[in-house]
C-alpha cells in the first residue's frame, strides 16, 4: 500500500502531541511501525517538506522522514505539476480550505495513495481522495 501522510501526522509524531483521550502521537508512531514492518510506501512532495520546514529543523525532517523511510526502500517523492497547482487553488477557493490541503488531496489521487491526516479540512475532499487517520489504519 501506498500512503500520502499529511503534515499534522509527521507533527503530532515529533512534538509528541495528544493527550490521555487522543494520544495522537501514539497513533502516529503505530502507523509509522505499520508502515515499515508491512514495507509499505511513504509518498511525500516538496510541499510537505515545506510544511515541516515551518516547525522543524531540516536535521529532524531528514531523521523523520529520508532516514527512516528512504533508507529502507519505502520512501517515494511525488513532483507537483502546475495543473495540480492550478486545481488545488480552485478548489481551496470553492471549498474555503487552505490551498496547501488542497494540494495534497490533489497530489494523493493522482498518486493513488490513502491520504493519512487528522486534519478536518479533508473532511469535505473525501470525493477527490480517500482520507483515514492513522488510528483507522492501525
Known amino acids: 500500500m501506498r500512503f500520502y501522510v499529511d503534515s499534522c501526522v509527521w507533527l503530532d509524531f515529533a512534538f509528541e502531541r495528544g493527550n490521555k483521550l487522543n494520544p495522537l502521537h501514539e497513533f502516529a508512531f503505530q502507523f509509522f511501525r505499520k508502515v515499515i514492518v508491512e514495507k509499505h510506501k511513504i509518498v511525500f512532495s516538496k510541499l510537505l517538506v515545506s510544511e515541516l520546514k515551518q516547525f522543524l529543523s531540516e536535521h529532524k525532517i531528514n531523521n523523520l522522514l529520508l532516514s527512516q523511510f528512504n533508507n529502507l526502500g519505502l520512501a517515494?517523492?511525488?513532483?507537483?505539476?502546475?495543473?495540480?497547482?492550478?486545481?488545488?487553488?480552485?478548489?481551496?477557493?470553492?471549498?474555503?480550505?487552505?490551498?496547501?490541503?488542497?494540494?495534497?488531496?490533489?497530489?494523493?489521487?493522482?498518486?493513488?495513495?490513502?491520504?493519512?491526516?487528522?486534519?478536518?479540512?479533508?473532511?469535505?475532499?473525501?470525493?477527490?481522495?480517500?482520507?483515514?487517520?492513522?488510528?483507522?489504519?492501525?
Not at 502546475?82 to 487553488?89: D, G, I, M, P, V
Not at 490533489?106 to 493519512?116: E, G, P, Q, S, W
Not at 479540512?121 to 489504519?137: A, G, K, N
Open 76 to 138: 517515494e517523492y511525488v513532483k507537483i505539476s502546475s495543473n495540480q497547482l492550478k486545481e488545488a487553488r480552485a478548489l481551496a477557493f470553492s471549498r474555503k480550505i487552505p490551498k496547501g490541503d488542497a494540494l495534497h488531496a490533489i497530489l494523493a489521487r493522482d498518486n493513488k495513495t490513502l491520504l493519512v491526516s487528522n486534519d478536518k479540512h479533508f473532511d469535505c475532499l473525501q470525493d477527490i481522495v480517500e482520507v483515514r487517520t492513522p488510528q483507522e489504519i492501525i
